[in-house]
């Protein structure tokens, strides 16, 4: 199993930075993608930011530019930079893994953390 837990939410005035954190823990391996998808109120969850096994980092459109994504194996961390936040970035942000072998694709998601900006 694993286990994902995040920390670093808060509330942010609008243009401000936060920085997220996911610590993953138990048994970690095969993993294809690591990342963040958040939720707003009444949309769907979304790709914020997610690294592939090999490394390459993908974004969701809104936050290009202004996110970043990234990791420290030795620590088991994955990392979310947020600058120039906007109030439409008020989510719940929630820390994915995926692991997959010849068995298939599992996905593990974190409580996930809220973020709320202010305009």
């Known amino acids: 199993q694993v286990q994902l837990v995040e920390s670093g939410g808060g509330l942010v005035q609008a243009g401000g930075s936060l920085r997220l954190s996911c610590a993953a823990s138990g048994t970690i391996f095969s993993i294809s993608a690591v990342g963040w998808y958040r939720q707003a109120p009444g949309k769907q969850r979304e790709l914020v930011a997610s690294?592939?096994?090999?490394?390459?980092?993908e974004y969701g459109g809104s936050v290009k530019g202004r996110f970043t994504i990234s990791s420290d194996n030795t620590k088991r961390t994955v990392y979310l930079q947020m600058n120039s936040l906007k109030p439409e970035d008020t989510a719940v942000y929630y820390c994915?893994?995926?692991?997959?072998?010849?068995?298939?694709?599992?996905?593990?998601w974190g409580q996930g953390t809220q973020v709320t900006v202010s305009s």
């Open positions: 994915h893994l995926a692991r997959s072998n010849w068995a298939g694709r599992t996905d593990y």
């Open positions: 690294l592939s096994g090999g490394g390459t980092a």
